[in-house]
């Protein structure tokens, strides 16, 4: 007889939270600088005029302005526009 109570198998249980990644402002926003657009993987979304692009390939906002989204190629740009 055991002396000792068994230890179960606990596989499940565990859960992490999510990233909230995606497009945080849409066309036509208004953001300020250091303004975050877009959190993202990869480059699937690619910073234009006045945008720039985190080490994480996250895309914000470098001056005050107004969000406008473009094509180029099969990439989605997004661009600045300042007033």
Same mark, same amino acid.
């Given at each position: 007889?055991?002396?000792?109570?068994?230890? %179960? &198998?606990?596989?499940?249980?565990?859960? &992490?939270?999510?990233? /909230?990644?995606?497009?945080?402002?849409?066309? %036509?926003?208004?953001?300020?600088? #250091?303004?975050?657009?877009? /959190?993202?993987? #990869?480059?699937?979304?690619?910073?234009?005029?006045?945008?720039?692009? %985190?080490?994480?390939?996250?895309? $914000?906002?470098?001056?005050?302005?107004?969000?406008? $989204?473009?094509?180029?190629?099969?990439?989605?740009?997004?661009?600045?526009?300042?007033?």
């Amino acid at each position: 007889m055991a002396h000792k109570k068994g230890q %179960g &198998s606990a596989s499940n249980g565990r859960d &992490s939270h999510g990233q /909230r990644r995606g497009i945080k402002l849409y066309d %036509g926003d208004k953001v300020k600088a #250091g303004g975050i657009i877009v /959190r993202q993987v #990869g480059m699937r979304y690619m910073p234009g005029k006045d945008a720039g692009l %985190g080490k994480d390939y996250t895309i $914000f906002a470098l001056k005050n302005g107004t969000v406008k $989204f473009g094509r180029s190629g099969d990439k989605v740009t997004v661009n600045i526009l300042t007033e």
